[in-house]
Every structure is written in structure tokens, then in C-alpha cells.
């Protein structure tokens, strides 16, 4: 493997998770300060990301700078998009980041997302932190568009993909996939309606199982089985809400 990095080649990843009241976005914190007044003080948030080594595939580059900042492998992820316009680094504070890491001002950078529970990831310190995905910080590069593209297409992969069980734990309760679907839609969904549909969709399976400590009333528990969806899915529509 050669790990001499591209400089201007990067994989950026937006870092999905559900936390069963609302969506998140893993950030990493972006600080600078040149002890200069010529230069502008950096203390703002990025996606994680990084260059990609010379020898490495784009998904293995994604893998690994997912890993180094969550610990973890084998999540869903999903390249959606490359962003590579040459004005895409032109604000001030972006442009000192940049020649401060040797870096080049004109990078493509390959975007992917990763969908997982908040839960599974441990944060090793203030510098890596979750924000709402309707409740950004301060943002460098074009951050904010690459979050808001994955987004939208993270919207219409849940549709017709049954990508929003990756949100959920291997036993869920309705009320937490009801919930899932209405944040990532940003909607509200008739509880009845939405409990009929999903309960008579065969590959959520319920489980002899109860979900204790919650509610008075202990809730039934639910999983997802690939197999069942496989087979029989109508690939066109997951829950028909």
C-alpha cells in the first residue's frame, strides 16, 4: 500500500444517526489560529473526511476514514455524489486550512453517507461531536451543501430501499420505526394508519418480546429480515405511508 495522500482527491463522509428523537450529523471540529492578525481565527466544524492514499480505492478510502473516526466497520454506506467545482475553495478561512495541511486548492471530493443508531458510536472527545441535521454549526468548505445533498438522497433511497431499518437496533418497536421514518421526512404519519401498513409488511417480523421500562405498558418488539425482504418486496414502496 502507498500511503502518500492525493492532495487534491478526498472522501467526505456524512455520518447519519438516529438517536429515536431525531436524525444527526457527526461532525469534527475545525480549529486554527495563526497568532497573526493578518490571519483569521478558524474554529468552525467539518464532515469527516480526508485525502485519499495513492493506492487506495475510493469505498476503501470511505471505509477507512469512517473507521478512523467511529471505530467501526460494516455499516451501510452509500457513495452518492462528487463534488469538484474549481471555486468550491475560495473563502478565506478555507483557503488558509488548506495551504496550512499542504493541501490543494482545487479538490474533488467524493462524497459518501453511512446510516447507523448515534448509540453505537463513542465520541473520544468534545472535538467529535453529533448535531441535529436541522440544527448545523458553522460549517467550512461546502460542507453544509454536501450534507443537505445526502439528504435528499438518503429521502428518496427510503422509499424503495429498506435502508431505515440501519437506524434502527436489531429489535425495534413500531413506535421507534414511526418515528425514524417521520425524521427523515421531516413529516408527521397517522400512528394507526402507519402501525395497519407496517404490522402487514412480512418482513417485519414481531417477536415474542416486549420492550420493558419505557411506558407503563410494555411494547411489542419487532425485527427486519433481509431474507423475507428479498423474496417477496415490492421494491417499489417499503411502508406506504
Not at 492514499?53 to 473507521?67: C, G, I, M, Q, T
Not at 490543494?104 to 459518501?112: D, E, F, G, K
Not at 458553522?138 to 440501519?166: N, R, T, W
Not at 421531516?186 to 414481531?206: E, L, M, Q, S, T
Amino acid at each position: 500500500m502507498d500511503f502518500r495522500k492525493l492532495s487534491n482527491v478526498s472522501v467526505d463522509c456524512v455520518v447519519f444517526g438516529f438517536d429515536n428523537s431525531c436524525i444527526n450529523i457527526l461532525l469534527t471540529r475545525r480549529q486554527l489560529c495563526m497568532h497573526d492578525e493578518k490571519y483569521p481565527i478558524i474554529d468552525d466544524w467539518l464532515l469527516t473526511g480526508q485525502h485519499i492514499f495513492k493506492s487506495e480505492k475510493l469505498d476503501e478510502s470511505a471505509v477507512r476514514v469512517f473507521k478512523d473516526f467511529t471505530g467501526l466497520d460494516n455499516v451501510y454506506s452509500q457513495q452518492f455524489r462528487t463534488f469538484g467545482n474549481p471555486d468550491r475553495i475560495k473563502n478565506e478561512k478555507d483557503l488558509l486550512w488548506v495551504k496550512s495541511r499542504g493541501g490543494s486548492t482545487r479538490t474533488m471530493s467524493v462524497a459518501y453517507y453511512f446510516l447507523l443508531p448515534t448509540e453505537l458510536v463513542s465520541l473520544k472527545d468534545d472535538n467529535l461531536k453529533w448535531f441535529s441535521v436541522n440544527e448545523l454549526p458553522q460549517l467550512g468548505f461546502d460542507h453544509k451543501e454536501i450534507i443537505m445533498k445526502a439528504y435528499e438522497d438518503l429521502q428518496q433511497k427510503v422509499m424503495i430501499e429498506p435502508i431505515i431499518f440501519e437506524f434502527l437496533p436489531d429489535k425495534f418497536t413500531l413506535n421507534e420505526l414511526q418515528i425514524a421514518y417521520e425524521e427523515v421526512l421531516n413529516i408527521k404519519i397517522d400512528n394507526r394508519n402507519f402501525r395497519k401498513k407496517a404490522i402487514g409488511k412480512k418482513y417485519i417480523v414481531p417477536l415474542e418480546e416486549k420492550r420493558k421500562g419505557i411506558s407503563k405498558k410494555p411494547a411489542n418488539l419487532y425485527m427486519f429480515s433481509r431474507d423475507i425482504y428479498d423474496r417477496i418486496a415490492n421494491k417499489n414502496q417499503i411502508v406506504n405511508i
